[in-house]
């Protein structure tokens, strides 16, 4: 992919920017900091380093719907938790970056594309953080954030692992709910940003995860496509697209904490 993006732009026809800045977390669960991104200094939420001085893993970790930055410090339910806490129990480092064009960052959104590289830059800021082990950062996401997050490890980063819970395959199916800024005929712009056709680019270890009342027609579809021995595919039985996260989260957080992340250890049944 990263290949087949060079010499493209992001096409855009009629990209917006968010104006409203992200919401400030409370301090001793997050700090809202700034990264060096590719379009400017962008804003994010970072788990406080450990008072021990001791290096920990560490997660960039990507929300859904219109992947803007909200509120993932108040407590959620556990069967529709979006907040990512999981990781944060572990004893983890977490970054919830926003991107170009969100929460009153420079740029544009560009639906599924520069997005891309502003993760890239998310992930090589946190290596340099206190608190974080540089060779052990991870990447996950959630519903329009995981098909980010697949995005991203078929573009390729400083990955460890990447962990995309309910991608699509092909995120024009979002529609209005998350319009894409591209011509809806340029489908050379539109095949750099679907997750299906580009599976086999990806070179580190990959999940794609979803219950079986989520989006699991595109991760069946995506797992038939695929031959890439770096891509696991993930089926929690009974779960849906949201009791997903905190048991998978779970078993996530403490693989990762062991250094043992297998697709065998990440095997859920809801119910």
């Not at 170009?100 to 997005?115: A, D, I, K, Q, S």
């Not at 591209?182 to 599976?199: K, M």
């Not at 891509?231 to 996260?245: E, K, M, R």
Request: negative net charge; glycine residues 12%; proline residues 9%.
């Amino acid at each position: 992919m990263a290949e087949a993006r060079q010499g493209q732009d992001a096409a855009l026809v009629g990209a917006k920017r968010q104006i409203g800045a992200a919401p400030v977390p409370p301090p001793d669960i997050l700090k809202l900091v700034r990264y060096p991104a590719p379009k400017g200094e962008t804003s994010g939420y970072l788990t406080p380093a450990p008072a021990e001085g001791t290096k920990r893993p560490a997660i960039v970790w990507v929300t859904g719907g219109d992947l803007s930055l909200g509120n993932v410090w108040s407590p959620q339910p556990a069967d529709n938790d979006q907040s990512a806490k999981a990781f944060r129990d572990a004893g983890l480092m977490v970054f919830y970056p926003s991107l170009r064009g969100l929460n009153g960052n420079p740029g544009e959104g560009e639906g599924f594309y520069g997005e891309v590289d502003d993760l890239v830059a998310a992930a090589n800021w946190l290596k340099q953080q206190p608190g974080v082990d540089p060779q052990r950062i991870y990447l996950g996401g959630h519903s329009s954030g995981g098909t980010l997050a697949l995005l991203a490890a078929e573009y390729g980063g400083p990955w460890q692992g990447v962990f995309a819970f309910g991608p699509v395959a092909d995120p024009a199916v979002y529609g209005d709910a998350i319009p894409l800024p591209i011509a809806p005929d340029n489908q050379a712009a539109l095949r750099l940003r679907q997750p299906y056709r580009w599976l086999h680019a990806i070179t580190m270890p990959t999940y794609i995860i979803e219950g079986t009342g989520g989006n699991i027609d595109d991760l069946r579809d995506m797992e038939r496509r695929n031959n890439n021995g770096n891509v696991h595919f993930i089926t929690a039985s009974g779960c849906d697209h949201f009791s997903v996260l905190t048991p998978v989260s779970k078993k996530i957080a403490a693989a990762i904490v062991a250094d043992k992340v297998e697709a065998a250890a990440l095997a859920h049944a809801c119910g």
